[in-house]
């Protein structure tokens, strides 16, 4: 079981540059995800809000496996990691977040932050070659090409309005407010 508190949550910087504060919010929202999962058992992490399927444990797999995906396959250009190479997306697209209420919140814990690791590094080399401005290797589905300041800012998107449902979920929990 991770533990992990609200003050443990590393602030932007308030006059940084624009890849140090754009990092630093990606951080932040990463941290806030770990606070919001911290402490709970596999079957509080499998639990439901209202009449939505979504679980904090399947939240933090599916932001495992969308790090992968932006960081990893689109901007660096490297094959998926497993599980994800592994899976039959046309049998179940929403896989990654079914299977997380079958794991044990180590292997879900652990996948994320294996996941965020690489993601950092492999965004800290774009950062020291290039800047913000280097296009992903892999196009989007659509044929977009995305820079890294654009998969940044979409990354502190996706972990914002995540978080959002993690606030209202864990809640439900054991009635943990805040931000």
């Known amino acids: 079981m991770m533990s ?32 919001k999962c911290s402490g709970l058992d596999a079957a509080q992490l499998a639990r439901t809000a209202a009449s939505s399927t979504m679980t904090l444990g399947g939240l933090m797999h599916h932001l495992a496996l969308v790090e992968d995906t932006w960081f990893g396959y689109r901007l660096a250009g490297v094959a998926p990691s497993d599980p994800w190479v592994s899976v039959d997306w046309e049998a179940d697209p929403d896989w990654e ?36 401005g280097r296009l992903a290797v892999r196009p989007r589905s659509n044929g977009e090409v995305p820079s890294l300041r654009w998969i940044l800012l979409h990354m502190i998107e996706e972990y914002a309005r995540h978080n959002g449902h993690a606030d209202l979920i864990r809640e439900s929990i054991d009635g943990q407010t805040g931000e």
């Open 4 to 35: 992990f508190l609200a003050e443990d949550r590393p602030l932007p910087p308030l006059a940084g540059d624009e890849a140090s504060t754009l990092v630093g919010f990606l951080e932040y929202q990463r941290a806030t995800l770990a606070w």
């Open 97 to 132: 977040w079914h299977v997380a209420a079958d794991l044990e919140p180590e292997v879900i814990f652990a996948r994320w932050q294996s996941t965020v690791e690489r993601s950092r590094a492999q965004v800290a080399d774009v950062l020291a070659a290039d800047g913000l």
